[in-house]
């Protein structure tokens, strides 16, 4: 099993939808936990962190995460065509949870 | 969110020659920086973490003889690809983490091309 593992998409939504965007991860990543948005050719940005049971919104951004179920999701209200791009998922590792685990991303397209 | 940044933004060498990059924390300081690489269409690629005043720790199968990190301060990083390559030639994104939050910053990257 991948240590964080993303279904790689594409998952198209019409504008206005509700995208669910799924994670999940193995034993060896810690408690900590991020999404990423990446636009295509630019860097990763941090668009929420999420450290403990539950639910965390943000704007149009709800985190999720079940760690009993070693499940991390992200819903995005009202999508928008902006919103299209990748989405990473990841978690901390190794001892101390120091190294950041990244999935491989969702790529997310909003129609208009 | 904390920023990051990077120079150059992109940059063209010829095969043979080194190149280095600048990775700078703007408004914090970073314990720990990371150094990835991206190639088209692929996820980000791991290659070496270093913490200020510390060798770097590369990752499996990245040489550090060719990828030279050094982090010489809390808020500066650098990578120098040495003797590059056209193969060398991707995407290289720095991150950076520091404070009690413990969250990971990305610089804007770095295209190289090396022809």
């Known amino acids: 099993q991948k240590e964080v593992e993303q279904n790689s998409g594409p998952l198209s939504v019409p504008e206005g939808a509700i995208a669910s965007l799924n994670c999940t991860y193995s034993?060896?990543?810690?408690?900590?936990f991020f999404w990423y948005r990446q636009y295509s050719g630019k860097s990763p940005e941090l668009i929420m962190s999420i450290y403990s049971n539950g639910d965390k919104e943000d704007g149009r951004f709800t985190a999720q995460l079940n760690k009993a179920s070693q499940y991390v999701s992200l819903l995005i209200r009202d999508s928008q065509p902006s919103d299209s791009a990748t989405y990473l998922c990841a978690g901390r590792a190794g001892a101390g949870g120091f190294k950041t685990i990244f999935g491989a991303g969702t790529r997310l397209f909003v129609k208009a | 969110g904390a920023v990051v940044s990077q120079h150059p933004s992109w940059v063209i060498c010829k095969s043979g020659t080194s190149v280095k990059i600048e990775c700078r924390s703007l408004?914090?300081?970073?314990?720990?920086m990371f150094w990835y690489r991206q190639f088209p269409k692929q996820s980000l690629m791991l290659m070496a973490t270093?913490?200020?005043?510390?060798?770097?720790?590369?990752e499996q199968g990245v040489e550090k003889d060719k990828f030279l990190i050094n982090h010489a301060s809390l808020t500066l990083s650098t990578l120098t690809v040495t003797s590059a390559h056209p193969e060398d030639s991707s995407f290289y994104i720095c991150?950076?983490?520091?404070?009690?939050?413990?969250?990971?910053?990305f610089g804007p990257g770095t295209r190289l091309t090396v022809t």
């Open positions: 270093s913490n200020e005043g510390s060798k770097a720790t590369y």
């Open positions: 034993d060896r990543v810690s408690q900590s």
């Open positions: 991150s950076a983490r520091g404070g009690t939050g413990g969250e990971q910053y």
């Open positions: 408004d914090f300081q970073a314990t720990t």
